[in-house]
């Protein structure tokens, strides 16, 4: 058997060219991608009109749209014909979809997200046993912020068929209401000081005046000096009322210790 080395050398050189210009269309198409994504993301976001959950969604999926193409321009570069793939894919579509369903499920998971939009980005939600703001929704991962600024990736799939808390869907009342014990002897003087510190509070809802009054008796095992229950109540602006809450609790108890 003899070896035609000129062909093989032709050969080599044909697809070591072939191989070149396969990493460069690769590398050019993955540029391309992130360029698109961000073209479509810009354009979307100018408008004011696109809710950014779609945006990020369309931006991704005009990223995977362009890899895509440049996958089978480097197929058809090695000369493997569209209608060969076709087939090729036809032939082992069984396969491919039992070996993928986790991913597939979780890319319609994502479609359906994005249609019935059962949350924003940065609505703070609960879903398959996590919490957090969310981020961003891509075609497969739904990312979350916890409290302690980690993040979270879920899959759309988990998402979509857990049931979903979404805590900003409804306006907040901005409602803020305490009760704690107090010593009668510095009832008064703790409501005046609680009261004082709401009315100079900027967080506070100008059209509603807080009140702090006694609601109740807890205990008279001390006649000389029983213990009551001390109630305030305020309004502030929805998304200030939790910390205006937690800053009240702080407040009255570095005024009971202090009493």
Known sequence: ???????????LVLYGLNAIYAILLLA??????????????????????VDPLVTLFVGSLARYGVLAVVGIAVLQ??????????AVL???????????????????????LLLFRPFRIG???????????????????????????????LPNGQVWGAAIVNHSAYPGTGEVKVAFPVPAAAASALADRMLKEL??????????????NISRVVDVANPASPILELTVSAKARP???DAVRQCVLDHASALLAAA
């Open 1 to 11: 058997m003899t070896v035609n080395f000129d062909t093989l050398r032709a050969s």
């Open 239 to 241: 998304s200030q009322a």
């Open 77 to 86: 570069l090695f000369g493997i014909q569209t209608a060969s793939l076709v």
């Open 28 to 49: 050019i198409g993955w540029y391309l991608s992130g360029a698109m994504q961000r073209f479509v993301t810009r354009v979307l976001s100018v408008t004011h009109r």
């Open 199 to 212: 009315r100079n509070d900027s967080r506070m809802d100008g059209q509603a005046a807080p009140a702090v």
């Open 90 to 112: 036809g032939a082992t579509s069984l396969a491919i979809g039992l070996a993928l369903q986790g991913t597939l499920s979780n890319l319609a998971a994502g479609v359906m």
């Open 123 to 153: 609505d703070d939600v609960e879903v398959a046993g996590r919490a957090g703001k969310v981020r961003s929704l891509s075609l497969f991962m739904t990312e979350l912020v916890a409290a302690d600024n980690t993040q979270i990736l």
